[in-house]
C-alpha cells in the first residue's frame, strides 16, 4: 500500500516536470515503470521507478544521476535510494550507487543496448536490509521518433539481517515501451 502511495507520489512529480523517457515493461507477474529526466540541469537528471511483483512485493526508487555522452554511448553514475515493501518482511529502504551504459549498435539511435547496476551495502540499507542488488539489461529498438521497443532482463533482490533470507523481487525477462518527449 505504501509502494503505490509513492508510486502515485513519483508520477505526479513526472506530469509536472518536463519528462525525457517514460518506460513500460511487463513480464508474466511483473510491471516496471520508470521515468527519467535530463533537464534537471545539464546533465544531472533525476530517476524514479517502481517495480511491482503481484507475489513478491513492490520496490520504489528516486535517485540522482550524472550522463556523459560520448560519440555511440552514454554512461550514468549516481545514487538512488530504495523502499522495498515485501509480503515477507517488514518494509526497508536501501541508498545504493551505481549507474550504466548505452551503446548505440548502429551509430545511430534506432537500435541500442544497455545495463544499469546499483547497490547498497549493508552500511547503507536499513530496518532489516542487509544490502540490496538491482540489475538490469535491455535492447531497445526505435519505431518512430517518439517511441522505443525494448526486451530486458531484470534482477532486484534484497538480503535480510535478522533472517538470513535473499529475497528476489523480480528475476526474470521483461518486454516494454519507451515513450521519448
Known amino acids: 500500500m505504501k509502494a503505490r502511495f509513492l508510486l502515485l507520489s513519483a508520477l505526479a512529480v513526472a506530469g509536472v516536470a518536463h519528462a525525457d523517457r517514460l518506460d513500460i515493461n511487463l513480464a508474466d507477474h511483473a510491471l516496471g515503470v520508470e521515468y527519467d529526466n535530463t533537464r534537471l540541469l545539464r546533465d544531472l537528471h533525476l530517476n524514479l521507478g517502481t517495480v511491482h511483483h503481484e507475489d513478491e512485493g513492490d520496490v520504489v526508487w528516486g ?46 539511435e534506432r537500435l541500442t543496448a544497455g545495463a544499469e547496476i546499483w547497490y547498497a551495502p549493508p552500511i547503507t540499507s536499513g530496518r532489516g536490509a542487509d544490502n540490496l542488488s538491482h540489475f538490469a539489461a535491455t535492447v531497445g529498438y526505435k519505431v518512430m521518433d517518439n517511441a522505443r521497443v525494448s526486451a530486458g532482463w531484470r534482477e532486484i ?25
Open 63 to 108: 535517485g540522482i544521476q550524472d550522463e556523459q555522452k560520448q560519440a555511440n554511448f552514454r554512461t550514468t553514475l549516481g545514487a538512488r535510494a530504495y523502499y522495498i515493501d515485501t509480503e515477507h518482511h517488514d518494509w526497508s529502504d536501501a541508498l545504493a550507487l551505481g549507474g550504466g551504459v548505452v551503446v548505440n549498435l548502429l551509430g545511430d
Open 157 to 181: 533482490r534484497t538480503e535480510y539481517k535478522n533472517s538470513n533470507h535473499v529475497h528476489t523481487v523480480d528475476r526474470g525477462f521483461n518486454l516494454g515501451i519507451s515513450l521519448l518527449f
